[in-house]
């Protein structure tokens, strides 16, 4: 008979296994608790994120009157380009200068939607504000996505990290420059990574999926931004390096895993997908390289400028609520910088946010130490904890350690002590780096990595705190203390800086008062102003390109990243040599014929050239 007990024992073990009663309902009833919570997380931080907006009755627009216009005028060009009334390389003003779309972001994925919502009836500026709020909600999304599905992170951490990545400080001081919400596809091309390197050592349909993906999604974020596109894969090269060169030292045995990188088998996977990402970059080198030839390469010493000192990677600007004016008032030269210089640098991190980031690296870059690299029987890489292979919180805190290591990289990269510093060797080494000249805008792409690395701290200590402490008290205790350090790292955050700083109605109110040109009118000026009251030069010149892409005109007035060569001097409008200038544009390109009008934007009327000569007065 045996041991009753025992027997009773072995035969449960032989039963089939059943489900609890409602337990299936009760984890739907789980995740939809938890969708929820995102949601309305995410409402919550895009309300305060766009609050202007939202008590402007959605009138206002976010950015500055200056690059998001611009940004505006680049995605409503495509919109002209897909109906045939533009040409794709060159946009409507600086005429007849062709091939000005290279001067700039020319915002392709941006496009996308925009192009969408014109064609459904939304005016340009409605469409264009549509078009940022779903690139955030992209983003919230996206980062939600990689944390909790790929990672696998618990929600608290998520959550949090989310929120970091999506609504930092260093995004509401970079709201003049609406180009860098392309930051929010990075997600996506983390997710297509994820699931390409899951996938690599067999093919299957979802990994060629993730590396079709790939391939196009680096050079389509370069073709909508070129520093988010640059940056992105700066990036991925400093983080490819670290783990090449930490896998060299961590190797087990005599196995070489440095070899793993050179194997045939592996770049036959690799070849298609980058010869695939080379034929998506062909519109970016047509759009950029004529430009790269016609003006050159920009001279480190303006590179140079823009910088960033040790002070500035805590320099959160003034408008910061709880850190800048405590910075701004210990460091009255961070205020004495002159433009843009001072507004560029005030991208740093909050000094709770920056204190997580370097204690969750060094931990994790000290515990990988300890971890080992050794090749399988199929050739792939294995890492190994003591005798264990590494379980997925190894796996998570060498992940930490590698991004945590990349950008501190980066950062010493770009710190700039006295007059000397290591971006001179990337501008002189790396393809494209004298393209960028506010080096410090770096610090937008790599919130989405840093939100990581501090997603995976707080994940790793709630587990700890999890396994460790058995009292309830204690527990609820740390429960509270990491919940209110949550919340710092959240509101440390807000800042009270305009972001939504021009009106759709003054826009249209600016189109409306403008007279229908001449039909035989198809080349216009701005004459200088008479009593306007003008933010700055490039405000009219911004509202020249917003009528001429109403009335299908070209203008010669025109704002982007560059200028043709001979334009100098047009940039200066309501000054003496603007008329000047002009004059000498026109004669220039021989232009004085009866297509050429003026225009009084004061008035709204237009005047023939050929018959009304006030620029040469």
């Known amino acids: 008979m045996g041991n009753p007990e025992k027997n009773r024992f072995q035969a449960c073990r032989l039963m089939p296994r059943t489900s609890v009663p409602g337990a299936s309902g009760l984890k739907l009833a789980k995740v939809v608790l938890e969708i929820l919570t995102y949601i309305v997380a995410g409402l919550f931080f895009a309300g305060i994120f766009f609050r202007q907006i939202l008590f402007s009755h959605f009138d206002l627009l976010y950015g500055s009157a200056v690059d998001s216009r611009f940004n505006g005028v680049i995605l409503e060009h495509w919109w002209q380009v897909l109906h045939g009334t533009g040409q794709w390389l060159s946009p409507p003003f600086f005429f007849p200068a062709t091939g000005v779309l290279g001067y700039s972001d020319a915002g392709f994925l941006n496009a996308l939607p925009y192009v969408l919502l014109r064609c459904i009836g939304l005016d340009p500026f409605t469409s264009y504000q549509i078009v940022l709020f779903a690139l955030v909600a992209m ?21 949090v990290a989310t929120a970091l990545c999506v609504f930092p400080n260093s995004m509401a001081a970079s709201s003049a420059q609406t180009q860098l919400f392309t930051i929010y596809c990075l997600p996506y091309l983390a997710i297509a990574t994820y699931v390409l390197l899951h996938n690599f050592a067999k093919v299957t349909p979802v990994g060629i999926a993730a590396g079709i993906a790939v391939a196009a999604m680096v050079p389509a974020i370069a073709y909508t931004s070129y520093y988010v596109g640059w940056f992105s894969i700066f990036f ?29 088998h592996n770049w036959h996977i690799i070849f298609p997908y980058c010869a695939l990402s080379a034929i998506c970059f062909i519109p970016f080198l047509l759009t950029y ?18 910088l960033p000192s040790f002070i500035d990677y805590v320099n959160v600007g003034t408008n910061n609520w709880l850190w800048g004016k405590i910075l701004h ?70 992940l930490a ?35 960028i000249r506010a080096v410090y805008r770096f610090q937008n792409i790599l919130a989405f990595p840093l939100a990581v690395v501090v997603a995976i701290g707080l994940h790793q200590s709630i587990k700890y705190a999890r396994r460790h402490i058995q009292s309830r008290l204690k527990r ?19 800042n009270i800086g305009g972001l939504a700083n021009y009106s759709k109605e003054e826009q249209r109110s600016m189109l409306a008062g403008m007279h229908h040109p001449p039909g035989q ?8 102003p008479t009593g306007l009251k003008l933010e700055g030069p490039w405000e009219v010149q911004i509202d020249a390109m917003i009528i001429a892409q109403k009335y299908g005109l070209h203008t010669i ?48 009327c237009w005047s023939p050239a050929w018959e009304y000569r006030p620029i040469q007065r």
């Not at 983003?139 to 959550?159: A, D, E, H, N």
């Not at 603007?578 to 934007?601: T, V």
Request: glycine share 8%.
């Open 139 to 159: 983003g919230w999304i996206g980062t939600i996505l990689f944390l909790r599905c790929c990672l696998k992170l618990s929600m608290v951490p998520t959550l």
């Open 236 to 264: 991925l090269l400093l983080l490819s390096g670290v783990c090449y060169f930490w896998t060299s030292f961590h190797s087990a045995g005599n196995a070489d895993c440095r070899r793993i990188f050179w194997q045939r």
């Open 401 to 435: 350690a590698g991004l945590g290591t990349t950008i501190l990289l980066a950062w010493l990269l770009m710190l700039k002590i006295g007059d000397d510093s290591l971006w001179w060797f990337v501008t002189k080494l790396v393809p494209g780096a004298s393209g």
């Open 557 to 604: 007035n025109g704002f982007s990243g560059h200028a043709p060569l001979e334009w100098d001097g047009i940039d200066d409008y309501g000054k003496p040599k603007y008329c000047r200038a002009l004059l000498r544009w026109i004669r220039y390109y021989n232009l004085e014929n009866d297509e050429l009008y003026y225009l009084d934007e004061t008035t709204g």
């Open 289 to 306: 390289l004529p430009v790269v030839v016609e003006l050159g390469v920009r001279p480190y010493d303006e590179i140079s400028a823009m």
């Open 329 to 398: 008032s210990t460091l009255a030269r961070l205020g004495s910088r002159p433009m843009p210089m001072a507004r560029e640098l005030t991208r740093g991190l909050p000094c709770c946010l920056l204190l997580t980031f370097l204690i969750s690296s060094v931990y994790s870059i000290r515990k990988v130490r300890h971890y080992q690299v050794t090749v399988t029987e199929a050739g792939t890489c294995k890492i190994v904890v003591g005798r264990n292979e590494a379980n997925h919180d190894d796996k998570l805190t060498m």
């Open 476 to 494: 609820s205790g740390c429960a509270v203390v990491l919940g209110l350090f949550c919340l710092i790292l959240l509101g440390e955050q807000f």
């Open 521 to 528: 009118a198809k080349v216009f000026i701005v004459l200088p």
